[in-house]
């Protein structure tokens, strides 16, 4: 089992910044990808940002430039750390971590936290 709880999501003004983290625990050797996904009332769940664990990184073009995601292996997180935040940036983020299945990578989802951006 893999488990994924998020943390650091709240209210920011917009420009502002915001860090948020994913602890993950289980069977943690075997993540191949980790990433943050967002979802706002109405629209579809998009990819936000990736990181592998060789540590090559991808974005959404709507956050590059903005957002970093990293990886601390000796706490078991990941974090998205948000700056210049939007008000179109608000969403519920939600950890994603990929694991080996028998018929290829199978995703792992946390429950997400509320980020709120005002204008």
């Known amino acids: 089992q893999l488990q994924l709880v998020e943390s650091g999501g709240g209210l920011v003004q917009a420009g502002g910044s915001l860090r948020l983290s994913c602890l993950a625990s289980?069977?943690?050797?075997?993540?191949?990808?980790m990433g943050w996904y967002r979802q706002a009332p109405g629209k579809q769940r998009e990819l936000v940002a990736a990181?592998?664990?060789?540590?090559?990184?991808n974005y959404a073009d709507s956050v590059k430039g903005r957002f970093t995601i990293s990886r601390d292996n000796a706490k078991n997180t990941v974090y998205l750390q948000m700056s210049s935040l939007k008000p179109e940036d608000t969403a519920v983020y939600i950890c994603?971590?990929?694991?080996?299945?028998?018929?290829?990578?199978?995703?792992?989802w946390g429950q997400g936290t509320q980020v709120t951006v005002s204008s």
């Open positions: 289980g069977r943690i050797f075997s993540i191949n990808r």
């Open positions: 994603n971590a990929h694991l080996p299945g028998t018929y290829g990578l199978v995703g792992y």
């Open positions: 990181i592998t664990n060789g540590g090559s990184t």
